[in-house]
């Protein structure tokens, strides 16, 4: 019996979902819901059939697991909650400063309807999440330092989107080299936001816009651009889809940590991702999480969860006997 899944969005990442889907045969995709016209969205799977957010309500005992794929800036805070009244949840939620507070707000509607939510699931938060806990559990005494990039980062993307007069817009998060050899070479430096990254925006002005007020918008947001050196560069729609069409990403995720009776040794762990595609691998990420969330509804178990909370056999389509023998 195969997982059923459906995705609310049809954009980067509702289309990732979708191919990750096909590379997991205990799932099938059965609907895909979009506030778009229906007749206008075109899918990969033969299978599924495209609805209208409208109608999601009529899905409710159809759908295992439904995948969220919509932005983090405003989609997600309201679209999480009341879609965990009806079904179990994944979200990718990043925008780190408002986590705590959207996890409340998705366990409530969860722990009402009887549904699992598992929010903010990727590399970061996410996969990056998991090696920062187990590396500062591992070493107690040390620094965790993250890097993203270089590469768009698809939330910051969606924020400049969302600002009256814009077009169109990519957001490269890039790493101060200096930085983070700094990092590696086990000095422990103390590090600002701005101190470790530069943010650079490539933006499609709608006609008319004013440009000098979108980049006072863009450098003054909170959360998202205030605290870094930021470059805003207007071009045309035509340069944004020649020069700026991949979604490529990656980073860092480091922990220098010092050991021994006089701290007299130190260690360096260092995860890292080099990704062709952000929104293909973030939804690998998100599809290993909705088995997860479907294995324990199977428990009976109910409310908001984070990767933290989820242990990795859970996440695996073999069986604890199969991991043992093959992986442990």
């Known amino acids: 019996m195969k997982i059923k899944i459906g995705i609310l969005g049809y954009g980067n990442l509702g289309r990732g979902v979708e191919c990750a889907i096909k590379q997991n045969?205990?799932?099938?995709?059965?609907?895909?819901?979009?506030?778009?016209?229906?007749?206008?969205?075109?899918?990969?799977?033969?299978s599924a059939i495209v609805c209208h957010v409208s109608d999601i309500a009529d899905w409710k005992d159809k759908i295992d697991v439904m995948i969220l794929c919509g932005g983090s800036a405003?989609?997600?805070?309201?679209?999480?909650?009341?879609?965990?009244?009806?079904?179990?949840?994944v979200d990718s939620f990043d925008t780190h400063a408002r986590i705590p507070e959207h996890f409340d707000n998705v366990n409530n509607a969860a722990k009402k309807s009887g549904k699992i939510g598992?929010?903010?699931v990727g590399w970061d938060p996410?996969?990056?999440?998991?090696?920062?806990?187990y590396a500062s559990a591992v070493l107690p005494n040390g620094q965790d330092y993250t890097f993203w990039g270089k590469g768009v980062s698809q939330g910051h993307s969606d924020a400049i989107r969302r600002i009256e007069g814009v077009k169109d817009a990519k957001q490269y998060t890039i790493p101060i080299e200096s930085a983070l050899e700094a990092v590696r070479s086990g000095s422990n430096p103390e590090l600002t936001a701005r101190d470790k990254h530069l943010r650079e925006c490539f933006v499609v002005l709608e006609e008319g816009a004013d440009a000098a007020k979108i980049e006072e918008e863009i450098k003054t947001m909170p959360n998202y651009f205030a605290d870094y050196d930021t470059t805003v560069h207007f071009i045309s729609e035509e340069e944004l889809k020649r020069d700026?069409?991949?979604?490529?990403?990656?980073?860092?995720?480091?922990?220098?940590?010092?050991?021994?009776?006089?701290?007299?040794?130190?260690?360096?762990?260092?995860y890292s991702l080099k990704l062709d595609s952000n929104p293909e691998f973030t939804s690998s990420v998100i599809i290993a999480y909705a088995r997860a969330a479907y294995r324990l509804a199977q428990e009976g178990q109910s409310g908001c969860k984070t990767v933290f909370d989820i242990a990795p056999a859970y996440l695996s389509p073999l069986s604890n006997e199969e991991l043992r023998a093959q992986m442990l």
Not at 74 to 89: G, I, K, N, R, Y
Not at 126 to 133: C, D, I, Q
């Open 25 to 46: 045969p205990d799932m099938e995709l059965v609907a895909v819901f979009t506030r778009r016209d229906p007749a206008t969205v075109s899918i990969l799977t033969k």
């Open 244 to 270: 700026h069409s991949g979604i490529p990403h990656g980073g860092f995720v480091i922990r220098s940590g010092k050991t021994g009776w006089n701290n007299e040794h130190t260690h360096i762990v260092q």
């Open 126 to 133: 996410g996969m990056f999440s998991l090696n920062r806990l």
């Open 74 to 89: 405003s989609d997600l805070p309201v679209q999480t909650p009341e879609m965990a009244s009806m079904f179990h949840v």
């Open 118 to 120: 598992i929010i903010s």
